[in-house]
């Protein structure tokens, strides 16, 4: 609990809040402010760019009843520097799709597999 309202007071200034309350284990983050700016700034453009950081992309588009949900939801094993670093990871997301969409709209760009087509890959498994 005390990790989850950490992240969320640091990350709330640049990243829509989905709901402004104390949060017990997890919280919601949206894209919002990023695709007002450029709509292919989405939340799994965000996500992917996690990846660069060495961060697990968190879960992305639920709950459904909040669009570009990013659900952030820290365990409480992680320590202070860990969630530090999240959050300097996540705040250098926001400032790069105001400077530089283009390097989150690609991401991810230091993994093994760099983006994949979704919708094909789902059609057409190999």
């Known amino acids: 609990m005390l990790n989850a309202n950490y992240l969320k007071e640091k990350l709330k200034s640049a990243y829509h ?7 017990k ?3 919601v983050l949206t894209s919002k402010y990023q695709k007002e ?18 961060f697990h992309p968190p879960t992305v ?4 009843i909040v669009q570009e ?7 409480e094993t992680e ?4 969630l530090d670093k999240f959050i300097d990871a996540m705040l250098a997301i926001a400032k790069e799709c105001e400077e530089n969409p283009d390097l989150v709209i ?12 979704e919708t094909t890959a ?5």
């Open 17 to 23: 809040l989905a709901f402004d309350a104390l949060c």
């Open 106 to 117: 690609n991401a991810p760009h230091t993994t093994p597999v760099l983006r994949v087509d």
């Open 69 to 75: 949900a990013l659900m952030i939801e820290p365990t």
């Open 37 to 54: 700016k450029d709509s292919h700034l989405n939340t799994l453009a965000i996500a992917k760019r996690l990846m660069d950081y060495g």
């Open 61 to 64: 588009y639920f709950p459904l």
């Open 25 to 27: 284990h997890e919280f």
């Open 122 to 126: 789902n059609r057409s498994p190999n």
């Open 79 to 82: 320590d202070k520097a860990t």
